[in-house]
């Protein structure tokens, strides 16, 4: 038998277990956010072999669809069997997944096996915030989910780079097969060192529930993907997943109620909390990837920088959120307090966004970039600190279902502010160019109102300088929109209640309240 080692509330530096247990969390994290980082910058190269390219937004569409849907019936398998063996099993599935897309043979097999990919790609976020509440008490789990955020913004400057190296030298099948090793690492070390308790629920799982959902998040997913672009707004396609998505949802709710076992337990809801990080973490998102969508655009479109290096152009947004989600995980650890956060993220968000909605064509690329210093602090405020509240909000016996629905809402989010920003942003460059070039204005961008820097260069000089005002108005109104969303997490943050935080104090989670109800689960040998 091993010796059992703890992590008490409070207690002073973790086991050194504990440490080998959260490195293996952030490589597997890494793995998790550097993946359609990687993937994004070799498909020139991957359709160029494979050929296919009127299927190419389903490479990143079904690594979504499958990603979205998996998200919550991981985060409930891990507390009804056990959070280390669900883990586990999804790391596997994603490996197997990154295996079997670097040996496609054709975009047919490599959609599909990206969808595997996906399946797997949903337990991982969900896994790493969920074993971090298992092991870490909420006092002290502010300082490691800021570390995981600091994880989180190094892959999204680096994906790109990194991508782009693999790909040039190694060929873009080792965008997949570079999975492989960082993921054994993880999985090793979390098999030798993590001991959890093992699980044996006395019921099954809600299958019903988890088809009602996966239907739902489908319909919601497709419809922000295929809107605007594949498919028409008002198209009987789009009406069409409108209906079974908003069905199958009330449907799902309907059932949640009488459900043995539930899937997404409504009553965590009830928490005050919850249901404010839950849409904290909804316009988090929807602001973050609208923002990394739209920013390199501009930055190439009007201030002429260079694609190559493209996630260096978000360096001040990220490298801001990397510091601040460090400083905010340091101070809550250190006070227990973390209502600040939440109230000064939104209001930096807002400010910022709203900033970045001013930038014209004579905008420099210092004031463009303090711009984006100013999401980045605003955003490095609320990523992690979402989590770590909306966990404080549960029972230990909900931990996993509280990861993964906020792990969910993010990732629903973000789906909404590409395509709702996206939308508007191709909207306004369509009729800017119509106004400012006319019939050739039109004829530009009537495939695409996103051009990239080798078709600009080709264009005559009115209708690029057209092109430049246009992709600044179209840049206002997306930005101007995602201020406008912001302002709801600023009134959400202002109804936040400061329960402390597990070890903040005498009387730190009362059982029903917004706290968790039961210590902290102490790293035990497996039964």
Known sequence: MADTEKTEAGAEKPPRSVRVVLLALMITMMLAMLDNMIVGTAMPTIVGELGGLEHLSWVVTGYTLATAASTPIWGKLGDMYGRKGAFMTSIVIFLIGSALSGMAQNMGELIGFRAV??????????????????????????????????????????????????????????????????????????????????????????????????????????????????????????????????????????WQRRAAEPILPLHIFRSRNFTLMSTI????????????LFLPLYQQSVQGASATNSG??????????????????????????????????????????????????????????????????????LMQ?????????VEMKDMGV????????????????????????????????????????????????????????????????AY?????????????LGAVVAVVALAAAVFVKEVPLKGAGPGAGKPGEDAVAAAPAAIVEAV
């Open 312 to 381: 260096l152009l978000l360096l001040p947004m990220l490298g801001a959120m990397l510091v601040t989600s460090m400083v905010a995980g340091r101070v809550t650890t250190n006070t227990g307090r973390y209502k600040v956060f939440p109230l000064v993220g939104s209001v930096l968000m807002v400010v910022g966004l709203y900033l970045l909605s001013t930038m014209d064509t004579g905008t420099s690329r210092f004031t463009s970039g303090v711009f984006m210093a100013v999401v980045g602090l605003g955003m490095g405020c």
């Open 385 to 393: 600190i979402t989590m770590l509240v909306a966990q404080n909000s």
């Open 117 to 254: 990919q996906g399946l797997g790609a949903g337990g991982l976020m969900v896994g790493v915030m969920a074993i971090i509440g298992d092991l870490i008490p909420p006092r002290e789990r502010g300082k490691y989910q800021g570390m995981m955020a600091g994880v989180m913004a190094l892959a999204m400057i680096g994906g790109p780079l990194v991508g782009g190296t693999i790909t040039d030298n190694w060929g873009w099948r080792w965008s997949f097969y570079i999975n492989l090793p960082l993921g054994v690492i993880a999985l090793t070390a979390i098999s030798v060192v993590l001991h959890l308790p093992k699980k044996r629920a006395k019921t099954r799982i809600d299958y019903l529930g988890a088809g009602l959902l996966t239907v739902g998040i489908t319909s919601i997913v497709l419809v922000t993907t295929w809107g605007g672009s594949e498919y028409a707004w008002s198209s009987a396609r789009i009406m069409e997943l409108i209906a079974i998505g908003v069905a199958s949802l009330i449907g799902f709710v309907f």
């Open 468 to 480: 430049q005002h246009a992709v600044s108005s179209g840049t206002h109104s997306a930005f101007l």
């Open 281 to 292: 973490g909804f316009v988090t998102g929807f602001v973050m990837f609208g923002a990394t």
């Open 402 to 465: 509280a990861s993964s629905s906020t792990t969910l809402f993010r990732t629903l989010g973000s789906s909404f502010g590409v395509a709702i920003m996206g939308a508007l942003f191709n909207n306004r460059v369509q009729d800017v160019m119509s106004e400012r070039a006319g019939a050739l204005g039109s004829k530009v961008t009537e495939r695409s109102a996103q051009l990239d820097a080798a078709s600009l260069a080709k264009l005559p000089t009115a209708a690029r300088e």
